[in-house]
């Protein structure tokens, strides 16, 4: 059955998730291995995201620092820095309508981090969007 955007981006917020936990772990664990155990079928959409996000981190987490006070994205938990990582991605890289990036965003903070993460990636995205 196929999936819509908003189930592909929270498969992709999962892989990336994973991905974070992987590297950490010093395991030989690969990032194909990981969407593989994800999603039954490939997918275009997931795998653009997924290696856009880790080909771009860098730049994407300097992007997210600089517009958080006296944070770092380091200090987001793992689930809210792969949300916002991910839509940091979208807006920079793709042609999704910033207004659909930025509230996938928020409705997967609102399933999976509490409402102070939820606030500092509105946030971020929006002072991107201004940018």
């Known amino acids: 059955m196929a999936k819509t ?3 592909l981006r929270e498969k992709c917020m999962i ?5 974070d936990l992987f590297k950490k772990s ?3 664990t690969t990032i ?9 079928i490939e997918n275009d959409f997931v795998k653009d995201v997924v290696y856009g996000v880790v080909t771009h981190q860098v730049e994407i987490d300097e992007l997210a620092n600089k517009y958080m006070n006296d944070w770092s994205i380091d200090r987001l938990d793992k689930t809210g820095a792969s949300i916002l990582r991910m839509a940091i991605f979208e807006l920079k890289y793709t042609e999704t309508p910033e207004i659909v990036v930025i509230n996938e965003a928020v409705e997967l903070a609102k399933k999976y981090s509490d409402d102070s993460v939820r606030k500092i990636i509105n946030a971020v995205l929006d002072k991107l969007i201004k940018e």
Do not use: G, K, M
């Open 5 to 7: 955007r908003s189930e």
């Open 15 to 19: 892989i990336l998730y994973q991905w």
């Open 32 to 40: 194909d291995e990981i969407i593989n155990n994800n999603i039954e």
């Open 26 to 28: 010093d395991t030989n």
